[in-house]
């Protein structure tokens, strides 16, 4: 069977690096590409969109079917991980542990046993639960805010330099999962609730294909953005420029959202509970 | 492009793909797509194509990884073949 899959492993190789024969050489300049669409961009970008980054007006504007349908499916993976994985267990473990913060006491509640008052001074733990590094959770919380504002600096700043709804998306997301890293999962669930994922990864695909739709309301083409220039009271080339930002944003809510909800049914095994 | 510098990073997708491949701790071979990711980003901005390197660098060497290492925690950290 080994034998066999390699066989099959090397002919598919083979052919596939016989078929780059007949592509045009690196940077030819008669190959089709570079004779219709890359001269259209490189010279017409700037006065069709006002964009100065080529790569995201290509991909939030000229081509924006295809990122409109790759932010579905990392919604769709995002669906798909939560339906595979999540478990909603409908019975709690008969004793619960919680762990005083200030003292380090941890309680044992049996079952039908009084909670302690939902207040800061309690965290409810697993038996698994080992003690964080106060190094590690400090430099974590120090970096947490710049990792943030960075992650909003690339979707806003997008149109000049590398960088996007996308990036940026899974910088702000990330933040979240070293949140959960560096201290536990509950931490982070707490700042960032399933429901909240649940309800920004559908929320960022919709603005994405709202704004496509407005702009067929308006009467002209499924994501022609220059059609939101009679609601944003600019010129049709400005509203381009402000319709790739809108679009930006609804990929960066949706990346960001399904990105941490992805970890969390990961990490937890779909449980909730403790995290990595 | 610095045709020295492009080569090595090229022998280390290799040996980082083939490692990955191979052995046998899957925790290794996480951290190996990793490296892997990390030296294809690296070659996407050589080649100029800096907005590919930043999904690469962002998306592959950092969350897709993180994933990974989640994914070996929850089941087992040796391969059966």
């Known amino acids: 069977m080994k034998i066999i899959g390699l066989i099959i492993a090397v002919l598919t190789g083979a052919l596939l690096i016989y078929g780059t024969v007949d592509f045009p050489g690196w940077a030819d300049p008669a190959s089709p590409a570079s004779t219709h ?25 000229y081509r924006s079917y295809d990122t409109m349908f790759e932010t579905t499916v990392i919604f769709s993976g995002g669906v798909v991980c939560f339906i595979l994985l999540r478990i909603f ?24 046993g009084k909670i302690p008052p939902d207040s800061d001074d309690f ?3 697993d038996t698994l639960w080992t003690p964080h590094d106060l190094i590690i959770k400090t430099v974590c919380r120090l970096l947490i805010p710049f990792i943030q504002l960075f992650g909003l600096y690339v979707i806003a700043h997008g149109h000049h330099s590398p960088g996007g709804g996308f990036q940026g998306g899974v910088i702000l997301g990330a933040s979240i999962m070293l949140l959960a890293i560096s201290q536990d999962l509950r931490t982070a669930v707490q700042r960032m609730r399933e429901k909240v994922d ?7 695909v919709f603005i994405y294909a709202g704004t496509g739709a407005l702009c067929l309301l308006l009467g002209l083409n499924f994501m022609d953005y220059s059609a939101l220039a009679s609601v944003l009271y600019v010129d049709p080339v400005t509203a381009r420029s402000h319709g790739i930002l809108i ?7 949706a990346v960001m959202a399904t990105i941490i909800w992805i970890y969390n049914n990961l990490s937890s095994a779909g449980k909730y509970d403790e995290g990595l | 492009m610095i045709w020295q510098l492009d080569l090595a990073i090229l022998t280390l997708v290799v040996i980082a793909g083939i490692g990955a491949i191979t052995v046998k701790d899957l925790l290794g071979a996480a951290i190996l ?9 690296l070659l996407w901005s050589i080649m100029g194509a800096v907005d590919v390197s930043f999904t690469e660098a962002s998306v592959g060497a950092g969350a897709s990884t993180v994933f990974f290492v989640a994914a070996v925690f929850r089941t ?6």
Do not use: Q, W
């Open chain 2, 76 to 81: 087992t950290r040796r391969t059966k073949d």
């Open chain 1, 37 to 61: 669409l890359s001269p259209h961009f490189i010279e017409k970008t700037m006065e069709e969109t006002s964009v100065p980054n080529i790569v995201t007006a290509v991909l939030a504007d």
């Open chain 1, 247 to 253: 679009v930006e944003i609804g990929v960066g809510v």
């Open chain 1, 123 to 125: 965290e409810r733990i």
């Open chain 1, 198 to 204: 649940a309800l920004l990864s559908p929320t960022g």
């Open chain 2, 33 to 41: 797509f990793g490296a892997y990711s990390f030296m294809m980003c």
């Open chain 1, 89 to 112: 267990r409908r019975k709690e473990p008969e004793d619960r542990l919680y762990r005083h913060v200030l003292t380090g006491a941890t309680i044992r509640v049996k079952e039908g």
